[in-house]
Each structure stands twice: as structure tokens, then as C-alpha cells.
């Protein structure tokens, strides 16, 4: 009977899970053909019922932003009502990739910097490009593959297998690779040494094991990936972001390569490369700080939690400057 039970509830779920990749796909198929204006007001319609719904973290946000940002709390409260809307919005452009023609995925962006990219690849040893949750950053991977620089995203697996196979198929459609995060050492270091484009986001909590650096005046625990990758291949760090424009093109500015050689090959130099990203990214947030998905919490891990972490010792001996 047990079993029977246990077997009705995970075929329940698996409908479930089914059902939310197949409204997911129909809202990116909407969102590839359907008018803006249409979508901005479903947009304010969604923002209203998030805002007194628990699980949206709309207090947390208020909060994070009036002290990140030094905001009276009416400030933070609109700047998170900004924020929840761009969020969604740019979220919705983002799943429209899956439906894109390449022509139409190629014309949707203009690019900034691109010479810093590369600058970074005339190195023969690969570039790491380094971006947060800000904008529409899914574009960035497919529109680059689309342009000639062969990309392959590290990505965190879904826990639904059907939003996560959809997800798959929508970044792969132009070409783009990806490999699972924490387990694609070998095809990550392959792709390197092949002289391509190695993606990452860094600006989520990387719990215990990370590398802990001043962000936003507050530590924060960021992934050792980027900083240790490079160090190993001599691939630079390019740090990106994307900007919408839905009136005109997408804006893509790439910023100046980050070289590993010009840090000490230690716990030290390893910090002081993350901190130095890690502010691009900061700075990258305060000039348009709707654009970056404040609901994570980005500040959840603090170095008193992780005693025997090597990067504990070095963040206490660190200068408040850094």
C-alpha cells in the first residue's frame, strides 16, 4: 500500500513538473512574437500579487536594498517595486530565446568593448567572462556563439528534469554549450586550451567554501572558480553585463580583461583577483540597481560561519579596502 502511495505521489509531481515546463513554453513562445506594451502590463499586474505573497521576499528585498544602498525605506520600496519589474520583464525576454531565428537573436544587440574580448582571446589561452544575475545575461552566451566565439556556459541544474531539459534545449539553440556546475572540470579546462569562451556568474552565495570578499561594503562569500580556472590556464576574466533596450538594441558592455599575471599565485592573490571582479560587478549594479535580482541572498554566508576556511583567515587579515 506504501508503495502504491509512494509511487501516485511521484507520479503526481512528475505531472506537475510537466505542466510548469509546458506553461513555460508557452510563455516564451507569447514572449518571442508578443507586443511589449502587452507584456509590460502583465508585468505591473504580476508585480501587485508578488508584493503581498510571502514567498517573494519582497520585505527581505526592501530591507537589502535601503542598506546596501543607503535608501530611506519609501526609496527601497519603490526601487524593489523597479526591481521586481525588470526582473520579470527581462526574464521574459530571456525565455523568448528558445524562439529566436539567429538573424533575429544577432540584431537584437549592440556591442561595447568588444575589442576587450578580444584582446583577452589574442592570448591563445581562452577567456573566462564573468557576469551576475543583472539585465538579460542569457542573451550574452548564444549571441556571442552566433558571432563566432565558440561559448560554454556553467549552469546549475534545475530540480524539475522538464524546466531543466527546456532550459538545455533554449541555450543550446544558437549553438552555445554548457556543462553542470562543480562537474565539468575536464570539458571547462578542454574548452580553454581550445582557445574558447568559458561563462560563469558570480555574484550568488557560495555558502562555506568560498572565497570571501567586500560587496556592497559587507562580506560576501563568491565562488573560488573564476580566480583558481584562471590562475591554472592563464585564461583572463573579461567581466560583462547586458543592458536592456526594448525601444532600440540590447546594450552589451565588455570591460577591460582581467589577467591573472598580475596577481601572486596564493590564497591572497586569488582574493584580491575575486574582490577586483567582484567590484566591476558592484559598480556595474550601482548605476542601474533595478537591473540585478536583489532577492537572492547574496550576504546569507558570513566568514564567522566558516571557521576552517583558509579564505576566513586571509578576509580577517584583509584591509576594509580591499
Same mark, same amino acid.
Given at each position: 500500500?506504501?508503495?502504491? *502511495?509512494?509511487? +501516485?505521489?511521484?507520479?503526481?509531481? @512528475?505531472?506537475?513538473?510537466?505542466?510548469?515546463?509546458?506553461?513555460?513554453?508557452?510563455?516564451?513562445?507569447?514572449?518571442?512574437?508578443?507586443?511589449?506594451?502587452?507584456?509590460?502590463?502583465?508585468?505591473?499586474?504580476? $508585480?501587485?500579487?508578488?508584493?503581498?505573497?510571502?514567498?517573494?521576499?519582497?520585505?527581505?528585498? $526592501?530591507?537589502?536594498?535601503?542598506?546596501?544602498?543607503?535608501?530611506?525605506?519609501?526609496?527601497?520600496?519603490?526601487?524593489?517595486?523597479?526591481?521586481?519589474?525588470?526582473?520579470?520583464?527581462?526574464?521574459?525576454?530571456?525565455?523568448?530565446?528558445?524562439?529566436?531565428?539567429?538573424?533575429?537573436?544577432?540584431?537584437?544587440?549592440?556591442?561595447?568593448?568588444?575589442?576587450?574580448?578580444?584582446?583577452?582571446?589574442?592570448?591563445?589561452?581562452?577567456?573566462?567572462? %564573468?557576469?551576475?544575475?543583472?539585465?538579460?545575461?542569457?542573451?550574452? !552566451?548564444?549571441?556571442?556563439?552566433?558571432?563566432?566565439?565558440?561559448?560554454?556556459? %556553467? $549552469?546549475?541544474?534545475?530540480?524539475?528534469?522538464?524546466?531543466?531539459?527546456?532550459?538545455?534545449?533554449?541555450?543550446?539553440?544558437?549553438?552555445?554549450?554548457?556543462?553542470?556546475?562543480?562537474?565539468?572540470?575536464?570539458?571547462?579546462?578542454?574548452?580553454?586550451?581550445?582557445?574558447?569562451?568559458?561563462?560563469?556568474?558570480?555574484?550568488?552565495?557560495?555558502?562555506?567554501?568560498?572565497?570571501?570578499?567586500?560587496?556592497?561594503?559587507?562580506?560576501?562569500?563568491?565562488?573560488?572558480?573564476?580566480?583558481?580556472?584562471?590562475?591554472?590556464?592563464?585564461?583572463? %576574466?573579461?567581466?560583462?553585463?547586458?543592458?536592456?533596450?526594448?525601444?532600440?538594441?540590447?546594450?552589451?558592455?565588455?570591460?577591460? !580583461?582581467?589577467? !591573472?599575471?598580475?596577481?601572486?599565485? @596564493?590564497?591572497?592573490?586569488?582574493?584580491?583577483?575575486? *574582490? @577586483?571582479?567582484?567590484?566591476?560587478?558592484?559598480?556595474?549594479?550601482?548605476? @542601474?540597481?533595478?537591473?540585478?535580482?536583489? $532577492?537572492?541572498?547574496?550576504?546569507? +554566508?558570513?566568514?564567522?560561519?566558516?571557521?576552517?576556511? !583558509?579564505?576566513?583567515?586571509?578576509?580577517?587579515?584583509?584591509?576594509?579596502?580591499?
Amino acid at each position: 500500500m506504501q508503495i502504491e *502511495q509512494g509511487k +501516485t505521489k511521484l507520479d503526481f509531481k @512528475d505531472k506537475l513538473n510537466k505542466f510548469q515546463a509546458f506553461l513555460l513554453d508557452k510563455i516564451a513562445r507569447k514572449c518571442a512574437r508578443g507586443r511589449f506594451l502587452r507584456k509590460k502590463a502583465f508585468v505591473k499586474f504580476l $508585480v501587485r500579487f508578488l508584493k503581498i505573497m510571502p514567498f517573494s521576499r519582497w520585505a527581505y528585498t $526592501v530591507d537589502s536594498i535601503a542598506r546596501h544602498l543607503k535608501l530611506s525605506m519609501p526609496e527601497a520600496e519603490k526601487l524593489t517595486s523597479d526591481s521586481f519589474e525588470s526582473f520579470i520583464t527581462n526574464a521574459f525576454e530571456m525565455s523568448s530565446l528558445k524562439y529566436l531565428t539567429h538573424d533575429e537573436l544577432a540584431n537584437k544587440l549592440q556591442v561595447n568593448g568588444l575589442n576587450n574580448l578580444e584582446a583577452a582571446l589574442a592570448q591563445k589561452k581562452g577567456a573566462i567572462i %564573468v557576469s551576475a544575475h543583472f539585465g538579460l545575461w542569457e542573451f550574452v !552566451p548564444p549571441w556571442l556563439t552566433l558571432k563566432g566565439f565558440q561559448t560554454t556556459t %556553467v $549552469v546549475r541544474r534545475q530540480n524539475n528534469k522538464h524546466i531543466d531539459a527546456w532550459f538545455e534545449e533554449m541555450r543550446q539553440k544558437h549553438g552555445g554549450k554548457t556543462t553542470d556546475s562543480g562537474f565539468g572540470i575536464r570539458e571547462i579546462l578542454r574548452a580553454l586550451k581550445k582557445g574558447e569562451i568559458l561563462a560563469l556568474m558570480v555574484d550568488q552565495d557560495n555558502g562555506k567554501a568560498g572565497i570571501f570578499v567586500k560587496f556592497f561594503d559587507e562580506w560576501a562569500s563568491a565562488p573560488t572558480g573564476p580566480a583558481i580556472i584562471s590562475m591554472k590556464t592563464g585564461a583572463p %576574466v573579461v567581466p560583462l553585463a547586458l543592458y536592456p533596450d526594448y525601444e532600440n538594441k540590447h546594450r552589451l558592455e565588455i570591460f577591460e !580583461p582581467i589577467y !591573472p599575471k598580475s596577481y601572486t599565485d @596564493d590564497f591572497a592573490g586569488q582574493q584580491k583577483f575575486t *574582490q @577586483d571582479y567582484t567590484k566591476i560587478i558592484e559598480d556595474m549594479i550601482k548605476q @542601474d540597481p533595478k537591473l540585478w535580482f536583489w $532577492v537572492h541572498k547574496r550576504w546569507k +554566508t558570513k566568514p564567522s560561519d566558516a571557521p576552517n576556511n !583558509p579564505w576566513l583567515i586571509k578576509s580577517e587579515m584583509a584591509d576594509e579596502n580591499i
